[in-house]
């Protein structure tokens, strides 16, 4: 849970980050620059550590989805969407989650479904006052698909990291190389699908903004996430998915000054309280299979 936590007040702040500084940018750009400078910070645990090439294949294939195709998508978003409705937007992650990890499984258990969609609800009654009554269902899509890019990335790093052993670090770098090696290749369809140069519009400014986001909220901040991710339990990883949304609510008031929501406010933060809970905590197990698993070290 700490870790999970943690992660969810590094992302609070790329919201408004993105937004400011860099929704007019390319998002495959922005995406490439970042994901470079994560797997930058992760090299050193790629050279150091021996990782059979199988599992460093798998873990490339890995981070390009839930790295590099779901930040291409998420800043792709901003340009329909503000802010907030970006925030509000993630909330479906725990559904994805909950689904995608049952559906091995037969049907989704009530336990699970009630607590995705309490995440769901609180999140949403969190922010839903906080804006325009529309959103662009381009920057909508993006972002759904985004999200389940997102689940099924986590939810296949807890699975992969329990049987591959190695360690969380020398995974990570590997993800990062393979997401950042994608999105930098990709570069030149994407100039010529747009049309327009990827380097348009950037500035010092971006570009420290890139910086501060590759090293934080992606190195450090997905680190920590998939850490935790696996170490918990799906149902409650589906509701700790919206975390960022109530946090990412209070940035945009306190440091960006956007309009935050007003009642429903107390109302939501009891849902997603309600939510963890249903969830039966981070460490529960669902099912017999539960028991068969293999410790994590």
């Not at 790629?46 to 798998?58: H, K, M, N």
């Not at 969609?117 to 662009?136: I, K």
């Not at 393979?178 to 010092?204: D, E, F, I, R, Y």
């Amino acid at each position: 849970m700490p870790s999970l936590l943690a992660a969810s007040l590094l992302w609070a702040f790329s919201f408004g980050l993105i937004k400011g500084e860099l929704a007019g940018l390319s998002p495959w750009a922005v995406a490439a620059a970042r994901l470079v400078v994560a797997a930058a910070v992760f090299l050193p645990f790629a050279l150091r550590t021996s990782v059979p090439r199988r599992i460093r294949l798998e873990a490339v294939a890995l981070g390009t989805v839930q790295f590099g195709l779901m930040y291409v998508l998420y800043v792709a978003s901003f340009r329909w969407l503000a802010a907030w409705q970006v925030a509000l937007l993630t909330v479906f992650t725990p559904l994805y989650v909950v689904l995608l990890a049952r559906l091995p499984a037969g049907p989704v258990r009530w336990r699970a479904a009630a607590a995705a969609l309490l995440a769901v609800g609180g999140a949403g009654l969190l922010t839903w006052r906080a804006g325009p009554d529309r959103a662009g269902w381009q920057g909508v899509l993006l972002l759904q698909v985004s999200n389940l890019c997102f689940a099924a990335g986590q939810l296949r790093y807890a699975a992969f990291r329990g049987r591959c052993g190695v360690g969380d670090a020398a995974l990570l770098a590997w993800m990062y190389a393979g997401a950042a090696a994608a999105t930098v290749l990709a570069l030149p369809v994407a100039g010529l699908v747009s049309g327009t140069g990827q380097l348009a519009g950037w500035t010092p400014r971006a570009a420290l903004v890139v910086l501060y986001l590759g090293v934080l909220p992606t190195a450090a901040g997905f680190h920590l996430w998939n850490r935790g991710a696996a170490r918990t339990q799906p149902v409650f990883l589906g509701a700790a998915n919206n975390l960022k949304v109530p946090l990412a609510v209070l940035v945009s008031w306190l440091v960006f000054g956007e309009r935050t929501p007003g009642g429903g406010a107390l109302a939501g933060a009891v849902m997603l309280a309600l939510s963890l809970w249903a969830a039966g905590g981070p460490t529960a197990r669902v099912g017999p299979a539960a028991a068969r698993e293999r410790p994590l070290r």
